[in-house]
């Protein structure tokens, strides 16, 4: 089972849900709680039966988009230079193609990495770098594939790059700040909160939020604390996201949340346990969005049961991860 970042008060439903389906038997490599969703099976949808994200077009959610966080010790121009080229470059289309061909075709991790850095000319144009850097890559595909990706980004501007499998936050972070990772792929809004309860407490006053300018300022007020250095944010985001079927969208012209208030069917909403109680999920869509339900379907966080769910009908809205690997595109 891989370890994957919290998604905003999900970790805990969700790898118990992810063990429970291992435990029947299951690939292991199903949705636990950071990014991008669990694998789906090459081909196993049609193109009526994928399912799209609508967009957040009223910011329900907390932003979680992808930046370097890097040891102020080696912190020179040369390395935030290469890195925030990789920033400037990526996008949240990108980041589903990439886990796509890791999580569905089942490509390794660094030759996606070298295969996108080629595409986008990243490996061009930077250089003076020198010195030994150990990047950080946590045990999900995605981790792993950024961490190869500054890994290659570094190379080409002239460091000696290599990439060290990590497991959880709660063991990289202080690896970070000792030094024996010098970078390490995050997101914005969940290493905010990470460093926000361990500076604070457990019950501090949330720092992130929908707006990604004051959130990564929170950031870097909190990593400063700590000899650590955040980059640029780029435009990928890994955050929880509402999906339909592609069928449904088209159907409904539906391409952000803020068009469902205009469906006039019945609505079911599917996600994990806790979602009639959070929020960011159900009580979110009503506030912010004015939405309404017909009823609730208690499933999974962006896994299996609830991609089942939407693809059979039975519900018409369901919680994923925007950078899902099996998501389509409107």
């Known amino acids: 089972m891989r370890t994957r970042r919290t998604s905003l008060g999900l970790m805990a439903v969700t790898l118990s849900l992810a063990a429970a389906t291992a435990a029947c038997g299951s690939s292991s490599s199903g949705t636990t709680s950071h990014a991008s969703g669990s694998a789906a099976p090459a081909g196993a949808s049609s193109a009526g039966d994928e399912l799209v994200v609508l967009a957040d077009d009223q910011h329900l959610q907390t932003v979680d988009n992808v930046l370097p966080v890097v040891s102020t010790k080696v912190a020179s121009g040369a390395l935030t230079t290469a890195l925030d080229n990789v920033s400037k470059a990526l996008t949240t289309a990108d980041l589903v193609a990439l886990n796509k061909q890791a999580d569905v075709e089942r490509k390794n991790p660094a030759t996606i990495a070298k295969t996108y850095a080629d595409s986008k000319k990243l490996l061009t144009g930077v250089s003076g770098g020198k010195g030994t850097v150990v990047v950080g890559a946590a045990n999900f595909s995605e981790s792993q594939i950024l961490g190869n990706l500054y890994a290659e980004a570094l190379k080409a501007a002239g460091f000696d790059a290599s990439v ?17 990772i010098q970078v390490m792929p995050e997101y914005a809004g969940t290493l905010t909160e990470f460093l926000n ?11 992130a939020s929908s707006d990604l300018t004051a959130t990564v300022t929170a950031l870097r007020g909190l990593t400063d604390k700590k000899g650590l250095k955040v980059l640029e944010p780029s435009q990928a985001a890994d955050q929880n996201a509402f999906a339909v ?18 469906y006039k069917g019945k609505l ?20 912010t969005y004015g939405l309404s339900f017909a009823s609730f379907a208690s499933l999974d966080a962006g896994g299996p049961l609830t991609k089942a769910a939407l693809k059979a009908g039975k519900v018409q809205l369901g919680l994923v991860f925007s950078s899902d690997g099996s998501l389509g595109t409107l």
Request: proline residues 11%.
């Open 245 to 262: 079927t592609k069928t449904f969208a088209t159907a409904n012209n539906l391409k952000t949340l803020s068009d469902l208030k205009n």
């Open 164 to 180: 060290k499998p990590v497991t959880n936050r709660e063991v990289y972070e202080p690896a970070l700040e000792r030094g024996e």
């Open 197 to 207: 309860k361990k500076l604070n407490g457990p019950n501090a006053t949330a720092l």
């Open 268 to 287: 079911v909403l599917g996600g994990p346990p806790e979602c009639p109680t959070r929020s960011f999920c159900q009580p979110g869509l009503e506030k």
